[in-house]
């Protein structure tokens, strides 16, 4: 068994975190010279957190890290954006390392045999957790990754049933082959928000048209908030209270491959908040804030740089209109 290294505590403290993503967290190794490459911290999973975090929610990242330096950076920076630490598990174990090694189109490598994040434990998370959830996030290759996997889906499935709200990002990798259909179609069925590109909907349902993956997404769950990018011709929103649409994509001017990252999960991130934060709250302001998220994290602090006065003030600037399908 792997030590571990975690903070738990016996009884309920009132400050758990409400909205927790679970999930990878890894290091991002980029290439910068021929024979050069520079570390980054990343996950989709672990930045949405961070993103919610920096807009002022209550939030935690419930995963497994290494105790290296990798690890040890990943740590530094939860405690930066104010994450509740006690979510977080350290493992005597290798890091989970992503390389890209062709920004264009993005290609990425995943290193991660029996590395730190295989070995989170969902009974060592802190008492009292379940009870203070309201929101949970799931998504990227944390869910293609065995045995995480199937412990994160469980876990989804147990929350849902447990009165908690479910958020889930696909994140569309090459490792989302057929094998993947049936995790897909169980987090689209207990999801009640779903944000995918029109990348993500190509990719994964394998097709030219993303209107046949929309479709589909309908299908297995009428009911869900679906947030849908558009490379450069915006997002929309398709809300049980309306579709809404904004033009135009922050996506359009960014062309490194991690600030994109940080765009997409801040996007999410800025979603959930405004769901969060007003419930009862109309689509136009929704849509408004999960893109003004997004372009907040568009420059080379991505989602560490996001504050809630910033992305308030884009929100206001944003103009939204009824959806028509793309």
Known sequence: MPTMTFASTPVLHADLASF???GEALTDMRRVGPTEWRSHCGGSPWKVAIAASRLGQLSAFA???SKDAFGQELWQRSVDASLDLRFIQQF????????LHEPVPPSFLYVGDDSADLHFRPHALP??????LRWAHFGSISLTREPLAARLVALAESLKDEGARISYDPHYRLSMDS?????????????DVIRVSEDDLCGLFRCRDYHLGLGQLAAWNPKAIVLLTLRDRGAQLFHPKGDVS???????AVTDPFHRL??????????????????????DDHLRWAVAAGAAAADEHGVHGLTHRRVEALALQIQVAPAELA
């Open 63 to 65: 995963g497994g890290i």
């Open 179 to 191: 094998r993947y259909d049936r995790t897909l179609e169980r987090m689209c069925r207990i999801a």
């Open 92 to 99: 005597a174990r290798s890091p989970l390392l992503s390389f």
């Open 20 to 22: 927790v993503s679970f």
């Open 262 to 283: 940080d765009v997409a999960d801040a996007t999410t991130a800025g979603l959930l908040f405004s769901l969060i934060r007003s419930p009862d709250g109309s689509p």
């Open 127 to 132: 008492a009292g957790w379940r009870h203070a």
């Open 246 to 252: 904004v033009c135009g994509s922050t996506l359009e």
